[in-house]
Structure formats: C-alpha cells, structure tokens
C-alpha cells in the first residue's frame, strides 16, 4: 500500500471515505470527553490517583476507572459509544478498502 495507493482511494472513493471520517471524528470526540468527564467524577470522590491521571491521559486511564466504579456510569456510556463509532469507522473503512481495491495483491 503505498501513498499514490491512498490518494487514489479517497479521490476515487471520496462519498464513502467523508462521511466514515466524520464518524471516526466524531467517536474520537465523544471518547475523549466520556474521558474527561470520568476524571471529574474521579476527582469529585476524591480519589486522586485515577482523576490526576485522566485530566491528561484521557480515556487511557478513564475508561479503565469507569469500568471498576459505578459512579462514573454515564462516563462508561460515553466512552464505549464512542469507541464503538470509531471501531465501527474503521472496520467499514477496511472492508470498503479491499471490496473496492480487491483483497489480494496488485500488479
């Protein structure tokens, strides 16, 4: 795969590849502040050690501190919705990369 490859994918392929991005974009945004919103539930209880960290980490740390505490239930929607879309994003990414490129290798 190569660069020219790319480019020629997305200027051929443009109506597909925006609105996948912008879905992408989207998720990445809602993850991100599903993490910062867990740093402040974090930080609200006073439990230090996981809002510090999440301020600057985001959902690295977030996540992980929504998944062990019920308190940061709405942060879990957040974050697992938005990673949904963005998993989402790049598999249908993908699979229209090889349906409309063809999976196997090319002269």
Same mark, same amino acid.
């Given at each position: 795969?190569? @660069?020219?490859?790319?480019?020629?994918?997305?200027?051929?392929?443009?109506?597909?590849?925006? =609105?996948?991005?912008?879905?992408?974009?989207?998720?990445? !945004?809602?993850?991100?502040?599903?993490?910062?919103?867990?740093?402040?539930? !974090?930080?609200?209880?006073?439990?230090?050690?996981?809002?510090? %960290?999440?301020?600057?980490?985001? %959902?690295?740390?977030?996540? =992980?501190?929504?998944?062990?505490?019920? @308190?940061?239930?709405? !942060?879990?929607?957040?974050?697992?919705?938005?990673?949904?879309?963005?998993?989402?994003?790049?598999?249908?990414?993908?699979? !229209?990369?090889?349906?409309?490129?063809?999976?196997? =290798?090319? @002269?």
């Amino acid at each position: 795969m190569t @660069e020219e490859a790319l480019i020629q994918f997305y200027l051929n392929n443009q109506w597909l590849v925006l =609105p996948l991005f912008l879905i992408f974009v989207v998720g990445l !945004a809602i993850f991100w502040f599903g993490g910062l919103v867990a740093a402040l539930v !974090a930080l609200g209880n006073k439990q230090w050690l996981w809002g510090i %960290p999440s301020i600057f980490l985001g %959902p690295l740390t977030g996540l =992980p501190y929504a998944l062990l505490h019920g @308190e940061a239930e709405y !942060a879990k929607t957040l974050m697992l919705r938005g990673l949904a879309m963005i998993l989402a994003a790049l598999l249908l990414l993908l699979l !229209a990369w090889f349906f409309i490129n063809g999976a196997g =290798p090319t @002269e």
